[in-house]
């Protein structure tokens, strides 16, 4: 499913409802610069506008912010997938990641990245990938930049 109707999102955010059917919300968020040698993964998990689950890592340079932005999808999937939870609404604010992700057309740039996601999808009871603008992905991304800043790499998962 892909939600690309900005208002409907802003809506849904603004009163704290999460996503329909009572499934969680995360969102996900990289950053990526030519400079840096290392990328910054952030995701936040939400149940209504509470945060369940706090993600930051920081891995090797990917090959571009694409790239970066899926591999974070695929991190935020794993560590939610292995804690159990099953119903979950994926939030992005890359356009083109979301639209990559739900269409059938292949992308051999990013097959490797493609194939890990459609295989973790199969762990979930329900699995969707949203647009979001990028003034509502505003935690994932402070904790993509936050991570990218640090100077090794490192994975913090905070579960409150």
Known sequence: MVGTDETHEETQQ??????????????VDASWTEQDTGTGLGFTLLEENTEIVVGQRKVRRSNSPLHAE?????????ELSGRGFKHVNFESDCQQLVQ????PKAWPALAPELDDIQLLRSSFSLFSLCFISRSLNLHAD???KEA?????????????
Not at 70 to 78: F, P, R, S
Not at 100 to 103: A, K, M, N, P
């Open 100 to 103: 990559i992700v739900t269409s």
């Open 148 to 160: 990218r800043s640090r100077d090794s790499p490192f994975i913090l998962v905070d579960v409150k």
């Open 142 to 144: 402070s904790l993509a």
């Open 70 to 78: 899926a591999e974070c999808l695929v991190w935020a999937m794993e």
């Open 14 to 27: 603004a009163h704290g409802t999460s996503a329909a059917n009572g499934r969680w919300r995360c969102q």
